[in-house]
T-cell receptor, first 112, second 118 residues
């Protein structure tokens, strides 16, 4: 699985959009980008994934650059409950292994 | 729907004792993962199973650690004998239900067992 690089921490004002970047310059053609988050004292929670097209679900949007070397997770209207560590993971998607390597992630703090 | 269930939520024991952590995956999931999380090393994959069979145990730190999955609805992670450096939060996760036709399978995590070895 390709390695990812994320900023260690970010702040965001409540109600504003939170944009979390991730670099994955060594990503392979069959590798997908997954995002998870971990709220304090809980297990990681799946947010969204994508291959090359932008994706949106009820939790967030994922923007992947055309060269696929980086991506941005967007929380459109951050709330205090979105304060968490956000992990960007790159792995082969169309296998059943499900094995993922979690890096250090970005600690997002949403402030009132 | 019930998520991944882990027990106990907290465990405090003395060095040298045997520790058994338990996990019930989501019904219908055919993959089960055990992770360990510490401040120093982050979230590490220890071992994972497919259809109750261990597939990759390369993350298991040493012979004191063992994991079993006797059936599709139960798994254990055992540490014997335990040492203070085993203190961590241990997570169990399961996956298996495809999100879409390309069979992307996000992992669903339990809330972990916080283990303290004195």
């Amino acid at each position: 699985d390709a390695k990812t690089t994320q900023p260690p921490s970010m702040d965001c004002a409540e109600g504003r959009a939170a944009n979390l970047p991730c670099n994955h310059s060594t990503i392979s053609g069959n590798e997908y980008v997954y995002w998870y988050r971990q709220i304090h004292s809980q297990g990681p929670q799946y947010i969204i994934h994508g291959l090359k097209n932008n994706e949106t679900n009820e939790m967030a949007s994922l923007i992947i650059t055309e060269d696929r070397k980086s991506s941005t997770l967007i929380l459109p209207h951050a709330t205090l409950r979105d304060t968490a560590v956000y992990y960007c993971i790159v792995r082969v998607g169309n296998t059943n292994a499900g094995k993922s390597t979690f890096g250090d992630g970005t600690t997002l703090t949403v402030k009132p | 729907d019930a998520g991944v269930i882990q027990s106990p939520r907290h465990e405090v024991t003395e060095m040298g004792q045997e520790v058994t952590l338990r996990c019930k995956p989501i019904s219908g999931h055919d993959y089960l993962f055990w992770y360990r999380q510490t401040m120093m090393r982050g979230l590490e994959l220890l071992i994972y199973f497919n259809n109750n069979v261990p597939i990759d145990d390369s993350g298991m730190p040493e012979d004191r650690f063992s994991a079993k999955m006797p059936n599709a609805s139960f798994s254990t992670l055992k540490i014997q004998p335990s040492e203070p450096r085993d203190s961590a939060v241990y997570f169990c996760a399961s996956s298996g239900i495809p999100l879409d036709r390309e069979f992307h399978q996000p992992q669903h995590f339990g809330d972990g067992t916080r283990l303290s070895i004195l």
